[in-house]
C-alpha cells in the first residue's frame, strides 16, 4: 500500500472503502494488461458496491484479456480533503495507481444529484473537466446508466454515452479503442468512429440550437453521427454474464448480500416511471439458471442472504417454482431469501409464509397515488381492494409493520387525492385492528411521499413539476389530515428533488451551472452534509439559468428535447397516447394482457418480445 | 475451543473488527467449514476475538476462538487463506487450552515516524517519561460520567525499549493485556503531552505477540 495513503487512512472514517484488497477483487499482472479501465461510481463506497450494473461490468470487462477494470468510488469528505492536502490523486482500489493514467474512466450515472460528483471525481483524478480540453486520445471518458438517456447536461465533461446495457457495447468501444491506439488516431478520429457503434452518444458530434423563447430548435449531428441513438440490449439474457464470483467487501455495504436478476423491463407501463418504460423489453432469465447462479454465488461469497431483483419480482411468471427451489437450498444452509418489489394486488399468502419461514422483515407496498382515479391516470393498476387484502393477508399472517410510498404532485392531482393518501392509511390501520392476532403489539404503518419528478421517455416527459410552494402547501394538507399514533409521516425534502427535476430533463445550458455549482463547493448533493440550495440557487443566477424553465414549465407535444437523440425504443406517439389517456384517467392494460405497440418489441429479433 | 492463529497486514489492517467477525464467518463458509452456530431464533456462527484490535493496527498474532464441526484442524489455515481478503494470513488451527484470562501481556512494536528525522533528545526524553514513577493520564470511558475516566500508565507497562534509528523511534512495550489493559496509542499522546518535542508526524502500531504472566507465548 502507498505510504502517504497509509498514513492518512488512520484519519479518516470507515478506512476500509478505500484500500481494495476484498475477497474476488481482481488483482492483474499490469505487464499482461494493455488496456486500464476506471469503472467509477459517483457516490460512495457502500452505494456503489451495492449496485448490480457495476458488479456486471466489472465481471464483463475483467474478463477480456489484457483489459483490467478496477472500482473507484467517491471518497467521502474527510477522504477528499486528506487527499487533496497529501496530493494524493484519485486512484483505482485493486492497483493503487492514479486514474488520470488509464485508458478509460466510465462512469455509472444512475442519480442526478451525484452529477457534481462526476466532476469532482475528474478533478481528484486531476483531469480538465471538459471533453474539449482533455486533447489526448486516452483517457476517454465515458458514463452510462439511467441517466445517460438524457446525457446532455453532462455533454460538454464525457467523451462518449453509452446508451443502455452495457455488456456487449463496452467491449466493443474496447475492441475499438486498440484500434484507434495501434493506428495512431487522434481523439476526434476515434469519436467521430464511435458515433458508429450502435447505442454510443458522441455528444461532441451534436450541435444544439435554441428558439427564441429557450426551447430547443434543433440537435443535429455532424460528421455524419447518426440523427438517433437507439439503446443496446442484451437479447439473450439467459446466457449473458452473471457475475457469480463477485467481491464480498470486508466492511457493511447498504445491499449486503446476494443480488439474482429475474428479469429485465416490467410489463406495467406505469406512467411516471423512467425505469418501466426505460429497461423495456421485458427478458427473462430461466429458473433453473437462477437456482444454479444462486447457489453457486452463495457458496462463492459466504454471504446468507439473498434477495431477488427485478422491477416488480410478482410478475416473474415462474416465481413460485424459483422460490421452492431456493428455499429447498436456503433454509438447511440458513441463508434467508428476500422478494422486494411485490406489488399489493397479487401478494400471495402461500409466497409470504414460505419466505417468511426463514426470517421475517418488513412489509412495503407503493400505491403511489391515494384515490383510484388518480392510481388509475398513471397507470398504477393497484386497487384500494387488492391493498387492504394484502395487508389483511400480512397482518393475520403476525406482520406488525407496514411502509406505503406515494407521490405528491402527480399530474392531475387535486386536494382529494392528496386527502386520500390520509384515507387510505386509516383504511390500512383499520384492517390491521380486524385482522392481527395480537393487538397489544401495535402496529406501525409508515406513509412516505415523494415529489413527483418528471422524467425523460415516460409518458409524463411534457409535464411541469408543481411549484415548491404547491408541494409544500400538500404536504401541509396531509400533515394534518394524518391522524393516530399508529401512523407515521414522513415526506420528501423538496429541494432536491427541485434540482432532479431541473437534471432530468436538462439540456446542456445546465451543464455551466452544474459546474459553476460545483466551483462553489457543491459535492454529495444527495448526502445532507454536502447539499446547499442557496449555493445551486445562486449557480443558477449567475449562469443567467431560469431552474423553472426546466422543472415546472409544460412542454408543447412537438417540442424538441434534448433527449430526442436517445431512443429507448418506446416511440414518442406511444407515450403522448398514454398521457392523453392519463388525463382521461383510462388505464392501459399490462402487456400481457395485450400489446399497446409502445415500439420496444422492435429491439428484439423479429419484433417478438417476451412479456 | 478451537483457535485459529491468524496476522493482520497491509491493507486489512483497516477492517474493524466488527467488520472482521462478520469476514470470517462468511469466510469460513466460502472454505465450506462448518463451525457451531448460536441455537436461537436466528442462528449465527459462534466466533470470538479475545482482544480486538484497534483499526489501523497490524498484528502477527491474532486469535479467533469458533468450534469446527466438520475438518481435522490441520486442513483449516489452508482451506481459510483461500478464501480470506488479502492481508489476513491463518497459520493454525489448534485445540484451545488455556484460558483467555492466562493472556497477560501483549508485547507492541510502536514505530513513531519524523519526516525531519529523529529531534535531538527525543529518545532519552522519552525514556525518562517512560521511566517515572507515576504518569497519569486521561482516557475516554463509557462508565464514568463525565466521559473520561484518569489511568496511570506506569503500573500498565511491564517494560518498554526505546530505540533511536535515523527517523524513526521505536518503542517496543510489553503491556497489560486486560483487567486492566493498556492501549499503545495512550502511550504515544502521554509522549505528546509531555515530551511535545518528541511528538511523532506519524506513527504506527503493531501487536507482535501476546505473551502469559511468564512472558512465554500465550496460545
Redesign the interface.
Known amino acids: ?1 502507498n505510504r502517504t495513503l ?2 492518512i ?2 484519519r479518516v472514517q470507515k ?2 472503502r ?6 474476488n ?1 481482481v488483482v492483474k499482472d499490469r505487464r499482461g494488461v494493455d488496456v486500464r479501465y476506471a469503472l467509477c461510481f459517483p457516490d460512495t463506497y457502500e452505494i456503489g458496491m451495492s449496485n448490480l450494473g457495476m458488479r456486471i461490468l466489472y465481471g464483463v470487462m475483467n474478463e477480456m484479456e489484457g483489459v483490467w477494470c478496477e472500482r473507484v468510488f467517491a471518497p467521502w469528505l474527510d477522504m477528499e480533503e486528506e487527499m487533496r492536502r497529501e496530493g494524493i490523486p484519485l486512484y483505482g482500489l485493486e492497483s493503487g495507481d492514479a486514474i488520470a493514467d488509464f485508458d478509460f474512466i466510465g462512469f455509472s450515472l444512475g442519480y442526478e444529484l451525484a452529477y457534481t460528483n462526476v466532476l469532482n471525481l475528474l478533478d481528484l483524478a486531476g483531469l480538465p473537466l471538459r471533453s474539449e480540453e482533455r486533447y489526448g486520445l486516452s483517457p476517454l471518458v465515458v458514463a452510462g446508466g439511467t441517466c445517460a438517456y438524457n446525457p446532455e447536461p453532462l455533454a460538454p465533461f464525457v467523451d462518449l454515452f453509452v446508451l443502455g446495457e452495457g455488456e456487449e457495447v463496452s467491449q466493443e468501444v474496447i475492441h475499438l479503442y486498440r484500434k484507434a491506439r495501434e493506428e495512431c488516431w487522434s481523439k476526434e478520429e476515434f469519436l467521430s468512429a464511435a458515433a458508429d457503434i450502435p447505442g454510443i452518444y458522441v455528444p461532441s458530434l451534436y450541435q444544439a440550437s435554441w428558439r427564441e423563447d429557450g426551447t430547443l430548435a434543433a440537435m443535429t449531428p455532424l460528421e455524419g453521427a447518426p440523427a438517433v441513438v437507439t439503446k443496446r440490449i442484451v437479447q439473450d439474457f439467459d446466457h449473458s454474464y452473471f457475475p457469480v464470483r463477485t467481491i ?1 467487501p ?3 455495504i447498504v445491499h449486503d448480500r446476494v443480488m439474482l436478476e429475474l428479469f429485465r423491463g416490467c410489463i406495467r407501463g406505469c406512467r411516471f416511471c423512467q425505469a418501466g418504460y426505460a429497461y423495456r423489453p421485458v427478458r427473462s432469465r430461466d429458473p433453473e439458471i437462477l437456482l444454479r447462479q444462486g447457489i453457486e454465488s ?7 442472504e439473498m434477495t431477488l431483483s427485478s422491477l416488480s419480482t410478482s410478475d416473474y411468471r415462474p416465481l413460485e417454482r424459483l422460490c421452492d427451489g431456493l428455499l429447498e437450498w436456503c433454509e438447511p444452509n ?1 441463508v434467508s431469501l428476500s422478494l422486494p418489489s411485490l406489488r399489493a394486488d397479487n401478494f400471495s399468502l402461500g409466497l409470504m409464509e414460505r419466505v417468511q419461514h426463514v ?1 421475517k422483515s418488513g412489509l412495503t407496498f407503493a400505491p403511489e397515488a391515494g384515490t383510484q382515479r388518480l392510481r388509475d391516470a398513471i397507470n398504477k393498476n393497484v386497487t384500494e381492494e387488492g391493498l387492504l387484502r394484502s395487508c389483511r393477508t400480512a397482518f393475520s399472517g403476525g406482520w406488525s409493520s407496514v411502509k406505503l410510498y406515494f407521490m405528491l404532485g402527480l399530474p392531475t392531482e387535486t386536494d382529494e387525492d392528496v386527502l386520500g393518501i390520509a384515507d387510505l392509511a386509516e383504511k390500512v390501520y383499520q384492517a390491521w385492528k380486524e385482522t392481527t392476532p395480537n393487538p397489544k403489539r401495535g402496529v406501525t404503518i409508515t406513509v412516505s411521499t415523494a415529489w413527483f419528478v418528471p422524467k425523460p421517455h415516460t409518458a409524463f416527459q411534457w409535464e411541469g413539476q408543481i411549484s415548491m410552494e404547491e408541494y409544500l402547501r400538500r404536504v401541509k394538507l396531509l400533515r394534518e389530515h394524518m391522524k393516530g399514533r399508529s401512523i407515521k409521516y414522513n415526506w420528501h425534502d423538496s429541494q432536491t428533488s427541485f434540482l432532479e427535476a431541473v437534471f432530468a430533463r436538462g439540456d446542456r445550458r445546465v451543464a455551466q451551472v452544474i459546474e459553476q455549482a460545483w466551483r462553489q463547493g457543491a459535492k454529495f448533493d444527495a448526502w445532507s452534509e454536502g447539499f446547499d440550495f442557496d449555493r445551486w440557487m445562486a449557480a443558477f443566477q449567475t449562469c443567467g439559468v431560469d431552474p423553472a424553465f426546466y422543472a415546472n414549465r409544460t412542454r408543447d407535444k412537438d417540442e424538441v428535447f434534448p433527449w430526442d437523440v436517445t431512443s429507448v425504443g418506446v416511440s414518442r406517439q406511444f407515450l403522448w397516447r398514454e398521457r392523453e389517456r392519463a388525463y382521461e384517467a383510462v388505464i392501459t392494460p399490462d402487456c400481457r394482457a395485450g400489446c399497446s405497440g409502445c415500439g420496444a418489441n422492435q429491439l428484439c429479433p423479429g419484433g417478438k418480445c417476451d412479456a | 475451543m478451537h483457535r485459529v492463529a491468524f496476522s493482520k497486514a497491509d491493507t486489512a489492517k483497516f477492517i474493524s473488527h466488527l467488520d472482521l467477525m462478520r469476514t470470517f464467518q462468511r469466510s469460513f463458509l466460502r472454505a465450506g467449514i462448518s463451525i457451531k452456530h448460536t441455537e436461537g431464533f436466528n442462528p449465527h456462527a459462534f466466533v470470538s476475538i479475545p482482544l480486538p484490535l484497534s483499526v489501523g493496527f497490524s498484528s502477527a498474532c491474532e486469535v479467533l476462538e469458533c468450534q469446527v464441526l466438520n475438518l481435522p484442524l490441520e486442513e483449516v489455515p489452508a482451506r481459510l487463506n483461500a478464501a480470506l481478503p488479502a492481508g489476513i494470513t491463518v497459520h493454525r488451527c489448534y485445540e484451545g487450552v488455556r484460558p483467555v484470562k492466562e493472556l497477560c501481556y501483549v508485547n507492541y512494536i510502536v514505530t513513531m515516524e519524523y519526516e525531519a528525522g529523529a529531534p535531538f533528545g527525543a529518545e532519552s526524553a522519552i525514556r525518562d517519561l517512560l521511566a517515572r514513577e507515576c504518569l497519569v493520564m486521561e482516557k475516554h470511558s463509557k462508565k464514568a460520567k463525565s466521559g473520561k475516566v484518569e489511568v496511570d500508565l506506569i503500573p500498565l507497562i511491564h517494560r518498554a525499549t526505546v530505540e533511536e534509528r535515523r527517523d524513526t523511534i521505536a518503542l517496543d512495550l510489553i503491556l497489560r493485556a486486560q483487567n486492566p489493559g493498556l492501549n499503545p496509542e495512550l502511550v504515544v499522546e502521554a509522549i505528546r503531552t509531555h515530551c511535545p518535542d518528541a511528538a511523532p508526524d506519524f506513527v504506527s502500531f503493531h501487536r507482535r505477540a501476546v505473551l502469559d504472566e511468564n512472558l512465554q507465548n500465550w496460545e
Open positions: 500500500m497509509e498514513h487512512l488512520p478506512p476500509a478505500y484500500t481494495g484488497g476484498e475477497y477483487a464480498v470486508s466492511t457493511e452463495c457458496r462463492d461469497s459466504g454471504y446468507q440458513k426470517r
